[in-house]
């Protein structure tokens, strides 16, 4: 018998853990605002003023390649 594990997120917020697992992944606005438990405006912001790393922009819709938000994560950590 086989079974599959799920992972249940009922709310659909992302986490610092599934983010580390999954650094290949993109990841929205809203996602990385979850993450740094901040509102997407202030990753907008950030973004605007360099603060964190650019992402991509497709079809004007902003997306985080994983492992540039752990890169950043690295080197904000470095610093502390």
């Known amino acids: ?28 606005v809203k996602q990385i605002a979850d993450v740094f438990h901040k509102h997407p405006e202030t990753i907008r912001r950030w973004i605007k003023t360099d603060k964190i790393t650019k992402p991509l922009s497709i079809n004007g819709v902003y997306y985080f390649k994983g492992s540039d938000i752990v890169d950043y994560l690295n080197a904000t950590n470095e610093g502390a």
Do not use: F, G, R, V
């Open 1 to 28: 018998m086989s079974h599959t594990i799920e992972q249940s997120n009922p709310t659909n917020k992302l986490n610092l853990a599934y983010l580390l697992a999954n650094p290949k992944e993109l990841y929205q």
